[in-house]
C-alpha cells in the first residue's frame, strides 16, 4: 500500500484545518449577510427589490461591462494577431506592450484621464488640446477598457499560439477563402480563450469601485458604496451586495454553459503544427501605428499625467512622510496577507494535487468563490459578520489582513499547485521509507521543491494587496491611508497633484508584478 496515502492524525490536521478555517472564512460572512439582508420585513423586501432604481443599476452594469468587452476585444484580438501571425519586427516587444497596462490599476486610469483632459491638463499644457472630462459612462469605459484588455490579450495569445495550423490548411484544400477559414475555423477555435479573458473582465467590471466612483457613473458597485456610506439603515447595502452577487454567479454559470460539452482538442495523432507567419506588406505602418497608440494611451498616459501634476504642483503633493506613511500602511497590511494566503493556498493545493477527491475540489472551489465575490460585498459581509459577533474586530489591521488573504486565496493555489505537479511523489515516498514520518517527509523531501511556487503566490498576493481599494476602503483602521486610498481620495477631490506620487508608486510596485508574470510565462517569449 502506498505510505503517502496513510497520514496520521497530526498530518490530516496540518492539511485539512487551514482547509476548514477558508471554508469558514469565505462562506460564513457570505451566509450572514444573507441573514441580514433578510430580517427586513416583507413589505420593505417587496419595495427594496421591486424599486426602478435596482432596474437602472442593472441596465448601467451591464451595459458599462458589454461595452469594456467589445473595447477590449477591439484591443487586444488585433495586437495578439500582430504577435503571433505576422513577420512583424520587435513582436515580442508588442507582446509586453500587450501586458504592461497590467501595471496601471482602474482607478489610476481613471486619475489619469480626469488629469490628462480639461482646461488645466496635461493634453493643454503639452499638445495646447483642450478636451472635455471624460465623466459617466464614456469615462468608465475608457479607464476600464484600457486597463482591463490584456486579461484577453494573454488567453487570445495563448490561443492562437496553441493552434494547429493543418485544421487551417485543410479547409484551405476544400476550398475554403482566407476570409471563411477565419470565421469558420480560426474563430470558433478561440472560443475558450474569449470566454476565459471576458469572463475575467466581467469580474473585474462587476467589482470595481475606484472607476465608476471617480467617473460618477452608477452601477452595482458605486450605489453599494453611497448606500453603506450615507445611509443608517444598511438593509438596501445587503440588498444590493446580493444582487451583485447574483450578477456574479450568473456570469460565471453563463460561462461554464458556454463551454459545456465543446471540445477543441487535437482529435487526430502526431504534434501541434505552428501557423506559418504572414507579411503584412502595407498594413506595416498602421500596425506599427496602432501598438505605439495603445501603449501611449496606456501606459505613457498615466505615468506622463502623474509626473506632470506631480511637478506642476510640487507644493500641493503629499509630503514625504504622509508618503512614508501610505507606503507604510501598504506594506503592513499587503505582507501578513501575503504571507497568510500563502500559509492557507499550500494545504489545499497539496490536498487537490496529492490527494484528489470531491471533498478537496470543493475546498479550491471555495477558494475562487471569495475571489469571484465582488470585494464590495465581501467587505460588506464581513462588516456584517464581525459586527455581530466579535465587534472587537471590526475595523482592525487583522480583519483587513484576513480579507485580502481569503479573497486573493486564488491568486496564491494556481502557482502552488504547478509546483507540485512538478515535483515527484516518489520523493516523499522514499523519504517515508527512510522512516521519516508524513510531515518530516513532506517538509524534507517536498517542500524544498514548491519554494520558488510558494514566493511566487505571495508576491502575487502582496501585490494585489497593495493595489486593493474596495476592500480597504470598507475595512481599514481610521486614520489607516494607503497608497490606493491616497489616490482615490485626492482624484475624488480633483487634487491632481496630491494624487499623483500616490499613483507613481502603486504604478512602480504594480510594474514588479508585470515583471515576475512575464517572467513565470514563457509563451511571451515566443515570436
Known sequence: ????????????????????????????????????????????????????????????????????????????????????????????????????????????????????????????????????????????????????????????????????????????????????????????????????????????????????????????????????????DRVYAAWLALMLLALTGALLVLEARLLRGRRFHRAGAGGTRQARAVSMGGWTVPAYAFAALLSLAAVGL???????????????????????????????????????????????????????????????RVAYLGYATPPLAFALAFIFFTLRTAPVLYQTLALLVIAYALHFLAEAIGPVRSALYQASPRLEEAARALGRKPLQAFFTATFPLLRRGLLVSIAFVFLSAMKELPITFLLSPIGFETLALGVWGAANEALFGRAAPYALLIMLFSAAFVGLLLAERDELRAG
Not at 503633493?317 to 497568510?340: E, R
Not at 494545504?347 to 470531491?358: D, E, I
Open 1 to 232: 500500500m502506498n505510505r503517502l496515502l496513510s497520514f496520521d492524525l497530526r498530518t490530516a490536521a496540518f492539511f485539512l484545518l487551514p482547509a476548514l478555517l477558508v471554508l469558514a472564512g469565505v462562506l460564513v460572512p457570505l451566509a450572514y449577510l444573507l441573514i441580514r439582508a433578510f430580517e427586513a420585513d416583507a413589505e420593505l423586501l417587496r419595495t427594496l427589490v421591486l424599486r426602478r432604481r435596482n432596474a437602472v443599476l442593472l441596465g448601467n452594469t451591464l451595459l458599462l461591462a458589454a461595452g469594456v468587452l467589445a473595447l477590449g476585444t477591439a484591443l487586444a484580438f488585433p495586437l495578439a494577431w500582430l504577435t503571433t501571425r505576422t513577420r512583424l519586427r520587435g513582436r515580442r516587444v508588442l507582446a509586453v506592450v500587450g501586458v504592461l497596462p497590467l501595471a496601471v490599476p482602474g482607478y489610476v486610469m481613471a486619475y489619469a484621464l480626469l488629469g490628462a483632459t480639461g482646461g488645466n491638463g496635461l493634453l493643454a499644457a503639452v499638445a495646447g488640446l483642450t478636451l472635455p472630462r471624460p465623466g459617466g459612462y464614456t469615462g468608465a469605459l475608457l479607464a476600464l477598457g484600457l486597463t482591463l484588455y490584456p486579461y484577453l490579450f494573454l488567453n487570445l495569445r495563448a490561443a492562437l499560439l496553441g493552434l494547429d495550423a493543418s485544421v487551417e490548411e485543410a479547409a484551405r484544400a476544400l476550398g475554403y477563402t482566407n476570409r471563411q477559414v477565419f470565421l469558420r475555423v480560426i474563430l470558433p477555435q478561440l472560443r475558450p480563450a474569449f470566454l476565459a479573458g471576458g469572463l475575467l473582465i466581467g469580474l473585474h467590471v462587476l467589482g470595481d469601485f475606484g472607476v465608476v466612483s471617480l467617473m460618477r457613473y452608477e452601477t452595482f458597485s458605486y450605489a453599494l458604496y453611497l448606500q453603506y456610506a450615507a445611509a443608517f
Open 302 to 364: 498615466p505615468v506622463g499625467t502623474a509626473l506632470f501634476w506631480m511637478m506642476r504642483d510640487a507644493g500641493a503633493a503629499a509630503g514625504w512622510t504622509a508618503l512614508a506613511g501610505a507606503l507604510g500602511a501598504s506594506v503592513t497590511a499587503s505582507v501578513p496577507a501575503a504571507v497568510l494566503a500563502g500559509a492557507l493556498a499550500l494545504p489545499l493545493a497539496y490536498r487537490s494535487v496529492r490527494r484528489p477527491s470531491p471533498a478537496a475540489r470543493v475546498l479550491e
